[in-house]
C-alpha cells in the first residue's frame, strides 16, 4: 500500500505518517520486512526506508535480525499493556477460566471505527488442538459474532445486519464461516463498558459453540459487572 493509494487526506506531519505506517507495516508482516520491502509498499526511495526503519529501532519499536528483517521490538509491549489496562486485567482471568473450561480460544474485542480489534487472547491449556491467532486481528464490525455483538452494545441504527437485532434479544451474538471457513463464533457484549468491548470465542465444532453461549453470556456479565463506575 502506497501512500498515494490509501484514498485518504493526509492530515499533520508526512513524517510521522510514514513513521507509523512503516510500523504497522512490520508488526503486520508475519515474518518481518526488509528495507526494499517498506520502500516498495510506501513508495518511498530506500534511503527513506531506512531511515524510517533505523528511528523505530532506536526507539525498541522494531528491531533487526541477522537476516535483514525487521521485526516487532520489545517496547511495543508496553504499549499493549498501556490500553485499557483495568479492562484487560479484569477480563483476562475470566477469559482463561472460560477457556480452559470449554477448549476454545477465547478473545477480547474492542469496537474501533469500522472493524473489531483483539486486544487480548487466551489459548485453552486443556487441549492442543484449537484456534489461534494473533492479538491485533481485525474484522469487520458488521460481520462475525465479534461484530455483531459490539453493535449490539450500542443503539439500533438503520440498515444493521439482522444477525445484530437478534444478538440484543438474547444477550449475545454467533457466527458461522463469516470470518473464516468452517470456523464457529460466540461473542457477547461486556455491559457498562466503554469503548464498546465484547468477548469471543472461536472453534471448529459445532457442538462446542453451542456449549459456549451459556458460558459467554456469564462470563461477560461478569467482566461488566466487575468495571468500576
Known amino acids: 500500500m502506497t501512500e498515494q493509494s490509501t484514498g485518504r487526506t493526509q492530515v499533520g506531519s508526512q513524517?510521522?505518517?510514514?513513521?507509523l505506517r512503516a510500523l504497522l507495516s512490520v508488526v503486520e508482516s508475519p515474518n518481518g520486512v526488509t528495507i526494499q520491502q517498506l520502500a516498495t509498499e510506501l513508495g518511498v526511495h530506500r534511503s527513506i526506508a531506512y531511515r524510517l526503519l533505523q528511528t523505530l529501532a532506536d526507539f525498541g519499536f522494531v528491531s533487526q535480525s541477522a537476516d535483514s528483517f525487521y521485526r516487532a521490538g520489545p517496547r511495543l509491549a508496553t504499549l499493549a499493556d498501556a490500553y485499557l489496562p483495568t479492562?484487560?486485567?479484569?477480563a483476562i482471568p475470566v477469559m482463561r477460566e472460560v477457556a480452559d473450561e470449554l477448549g476454545c480460544t477465547v478473545s477480547l474485542f474492542v469496537?474501533?471505527?469500522?472493524?473489531?480489534?483483539?486486544?487480548?487472547?487466551?489459548?485453552?491449556?486443556?487441549?492442543?488442538?484449537h484456534i489461534a491467532f494473533k492479538a491485533g486481528m481485525r474484522t469487520p464490525i458488521n460481520r462475525g459474532a465479534a461484530g455483531y455483538a459490539l453493535l449490539a452494545a450500542g443503539p439500533q441504527v438503520a440498515g444493521e445486519p439482522a444477525?445484530?437485532?437478534?444478538?440484543?434479544?438474547?444477550?449475545?451474538?454467533?457466527?458461522?464461516?463469516?470470518?473464516?471457513?468452517?470456523?464457529?463464533?460466540?461473542a457477547a457484549p461486556i455491559p457498562n463498558c466503554s469503548p464498546r468491548a465484547c468477548l469471543n470465542l472461536i472453534t471448529y465444532r459445532e457442538d462446542q459453540a453451542k456449549a459456549a453461549e451459556a458460558s459467554i453470556l456469564a462470563a461477560a456479565r461478569q467482566v461488566g459487572e466487575a468495571l468500576p463506575g
Not at 513524517?15 to 513513521?19: D, E, I, N, V
Open 15 to 19: 513524517t510521522l505518517a510514514r513513521g
Open 87 to 90: 479492562l484487560r486485567e479484569l
Open 111 to 129: 469496537a474501533n471505527g469500522a472493524e473489531a480489534v483483539s486486544i487480548e487472547l487466551v489459548e485453552p491449556t486443556t487441549t492442543s488442538h
Open 163 to 186: 444477525e445484530v437485532a437478534l444478538a440484543r434479544e438474547r444477550g449475545y451474538a454467533t457466527s458461522v464461516g463469516e470470518i473464516e471457513i468452517g470456523c464457529y463464533g460466540v
